[in-house]
Nanobody, 123 residues
Framework: QLQVVESGGGLVQPGGSLRLSCVAS????????IGWFRQVPGKEREGVSC????????YYIDSVKGRFTISRDIAKNTVYLQMNNLKPEDTAVYYC????????????????WGQGTQVTVSS
């Protein structure tokens, strides 16, 4: 069974950091592009970043550039999203998803999704 499972969310103060993990099973993370998305109630799910099959990052949305970093550990079959200098507007449920063969900013291009992990940035 192909699946991804997110973890690492939580409550953090503005300016703090979190590292989200996306653990894959049933496939290897160098076989799919892995994207991170986020969603707040009442809004569409938006693409935050994506890591290509090659291991290069494909994109970051403008609001997180310089603060978030996507990476992967093939030995652990895990993709990470390191989030630094968090802001209240980063509050959302964060999802990872898998796509072949390329990264996309579009939800419909992804084959399967995790259940999400809540990130709350508040003082």
């Amino acid at each position: 069974q192909l699946q991804v499972v997110e973890s690492g969310g939580g409550l953090v103060q503005p300016g703090g950091s979190l590292r989200l993990s996306c653990v894959a099973s049933g496939f290897t993370v160098d076989y799919y592009a892995i994207g991170w998305f986020r969603q707040v109630p009442g809004k569409e799910r938006e693409g935050v970043s994506c890591i290509r099959i090659s291991g290069d990052s494909a994109y970051y949305i403008d609001s997180v550039k310089g603060r978030f970093t996507i990476s992967r550990d093939i030995a652990k079959n895990t993709v990470y999203l390191q989030m630094n200098n968090l802001k209240p507007e980063d509050t959302a449920v964060y999802y990872c998803a898998a796509s072949r063969p390329v990264c996309s900013r579009h939800v419909a291009e992804y084959d399967f999704w995790g259940q999400g992990t809540q990130v709350t940035v508040s003082s």
